[in-house]
């Protein structure tokens, strides 16, 4: 190439004959071209592809994370990609890879110990079928934390239960809450762990887990996937402090409900009390005070009715929203469906059933006329439809009279099929309106469930009302 710039040189200072430069540059131009001809027409290698990995994320990898989205991608110097192959064994064989045509997928890592590292590995492929030989690789450390367990306000137990105990909590991970693989639970002693599942966020204790009558107290702790426990917690929080279970005296269960007890209300404890010992003489009964001790779990309260047979339930004024009232129509259909019968009074205010039907679990089809006070001396009136219903009961419903001011109750009419047992004596009316009722179970056909509208302790002015109540758990509960 020397001699070839020289040669120009000379020629163009015209000093060099051009014969003497031509032959040169004629022979470097047939090399040229020959070199040309070898690279266009023989066989020559194909390049394989490179591969790189990318972290679907805006910040560094989160050593805690066990979910991540994990991109990749090639290129191909003389071709172009197909596909790409993806492990996760650190040393694979050709079986642990798997093709894919996606540029990235969603992976969990599962945590197998306390910390764990995966290794991924990604290689692209070409048209002409080959891989990268050199794959991308990316570690992933995932540190695992254990999980948290903790009481809330709604996991209060009551003071005093029966045999039947909800226990409710709360747990999270910071891994994620699907890593709770399961529950622990123990009672009395933080030993022989019973499991439940991650999922679980509630249970209900009876009899048959050692509720027995005494003190008792509960532990629960969380585990995860890779064994990893929570703290334990216990409840009552307090170490120095149990609660106490009672069981169950007989089949009469007396709810309290009533958030009065005086004059003005005809003491309505104090008269439900004596008229289970009268009418009920050697049958053991339970008071339950709801307005102290209602669990907060309607799964408890259900199932604690459910150890009764018979279940008298008074209450005073009731709103669509208060919770006692949400719980009876959980509760009610349930324990009926059991096998029990029951007794509920109430009284429902202005605006009582505005929005949907609160009383399609009773025998009540509807709200009747409204009644700001009924006073004293006032009349109800028993149904001859009872007489048609029981010809084989010889005793009849007492007349029943007021025997204090009564606010604010409604009238209930009651839905096909089941009998009015009371109205109450309205002159200004032409029929008057019906406030108690006896309904029956479509499933069954036996009269199982007694409703009333008004304050049945306040229409003992007579002094006969046991007789009522004589009549309806002496004959029509024991008789069908």
Not at 288 to 309: A, M, R
Not at 370 to 390: A, C, E, L
Request: glycine share 6%; aromatic share 14%; proline share 8%.
């Amino acid at each position: 190439m020397i001699q070839i710039h020289r040669q120009l040189s000379l020629l163009s200072n015209g000093r060099v004959p051009i014969g003497t430069w031509l032959l040169p540059i004629i022979l470097l131009s047939v090399f040229f071209i020959r070199c040309t001809e070898r690279k266009l027409t023989g066989p020559y290698d194909n390049l394989p592809p490179d591969t790189k990995i990318f972290i679907s994320t805006t910040r560094q990898l989160n050593p805690t994370q066990s979910v991540q989205t994990i991109s990749w991608d090639g290129r191909d110097p003389d071709g172009f990609i197909i596909g790409y192959y993806y492990t996760w064994k650190e040393n694979p064989d050709s079986a642990d890879w798997i093709f894919t045509t996606k540029h990235a997928e969603l992976f969990p890592l599962v945590i197998l110990g306390t910390d764990t590292s995966y290794m991924f590995q990604v290689k692209a492929v070409d048209d002409d079928s080959l891989a990268d030989p050199t794959p991308a690789c990316q570690a992933f450390p995932i540190r695992n934390s254990p999980p948290t367990i903790r009481w809330t306000l709604v996991s209060r137990i009551p003071d005093t239960t029966f045999t039947v105990a909800s226990l409710i909590w709360e747990a999270s991970d910071l891994d994620g809450d699907s890593t709770i693989d399961r529950f622990e639970y123990a009672l009395d002693e933080p030993d022989n762990w019973r499991a439940i599942s991650g999922y679980n966020r509630i249970v209900t204790l009876n009899a048959d887990d050692g509720l027995t009558e005494g003190k008792h107290c509960f532990y629960i702790r969380a585990v995860d996937v890779a064994g990893a426990e929570s703290e334990i917690i216990r409840m009552p929080d307090d170490t120095t402090r149990f609660w106490y279970v009672k069981e169950p005296k007989g089949r009469y269960l007396l709810i309290d409900d009533h958030a009065s007890e005086s004059s003005t209300y005809s003491f309505p404890d104090r008269y439900y009390r004596n008229m289970m010992n009268n009418v009920l003489p050697g049958e053991g009964f339970d008071v339950w005070n709801i307005e102290k001790l209602f669990p907060l779990s309607v799964i408890q309260f259900t199932e604690t009715i459910k150890l009764f047979d018979r279940i008298i339930w008074y209450t005073d004024l009731v709103k669509t929203t208060d919770p006692h009232f949400i719980a009876a129509q959980v509760a009610l259909p349930a324990v009926i469906d059991a096998g029990a019968k029951v007794i509920f009074i109430a009284q429902f205010n202005t605006g009582f059933g505005a929005q949907g039907d609160p009383l399609a679990f009773s025998p009540v089809d509807s709200l009747g006329k409204y009644y700001d006070r009924i006073p004293p001396n006032s009349i109800f009136i028993p149904q001859p439809d009872f007489k048609t219903v029981f010809p084989a009961i010889t005793d009849s419903l007492p007349e029943l009279k007021v025997s204090n001011f009564i606010f604010g109750v409604i009238a209930t009419p009651p839905k096909e099929g089941n009998i009015i047992l009371y109205r109450y004596n309205d002159a200004s009316l032409p029929e008057n309106p019906p406030f108690v009722l006896l309904g029956r179970n479509d499933n069954t056909d036996e009269y199982d469930f007694v409703f009333s509208g008004a304050p049945l302790h306040q229409m003992n002015g007579n002094g006969n009302l046991d007789e009522f109540f004589n009549i309806i758990f002496n004959r029509i509960f024991d008789a069908n």
